[in-house]
């Protein structure tokens, strides 16, 4: 997965260089756009929590008649706490998700496009060869009971 910072501090060079396989601007930069919005929905959800720990706390401190009033403002933040971190989820599954399908920057020396456009640069040793047909992995996995 992409380094978050690296989309975050050096957009267009991400862009350049994805470029080179075949992944457009508009991919990074709702990246980059999902994880500002997320990055500030950081900031609101602490500071509601700090401001509901310092409320909390002076609920503590303060004489037993002003107390009702002091709970009742705590209780105030709980709401918008509980829809900022729900939105603080949501964005930061999407950003996840956009983060897996982005795919590893290419080395600078490697051709553009994709990876079917690779070019051998060398072959150590010999590839095996067998005297019965490979199969794939998930047919050996189901053959011995392992899925179903």
Known sequence: MIDPRL???DPESVVTALARRGIGRADV????????????TIAEVEGLRAEQNARSRAI???PPNQRPQLIAAA???KEPLRLAEDELAELTGQVEELLAAVPNL???HAPDGAE???VELRRVGEPPRFDFAPRDHVDLMVAGGALD
């Open 29 to 40: 930069e709702r990246v980059v756009e999902l994880e500002r919005r997320r990055r500030d």
């Open 60 to 62: 503590g401190t303060a």
């Open 106 to 108: 290419p080395h600078p």
């Open 116 to 118: 079917a456009d690779s």
């Open 75 to 77: 209780a105030e933040l």
């Open 7 to 9: 989309l975050r501090d």
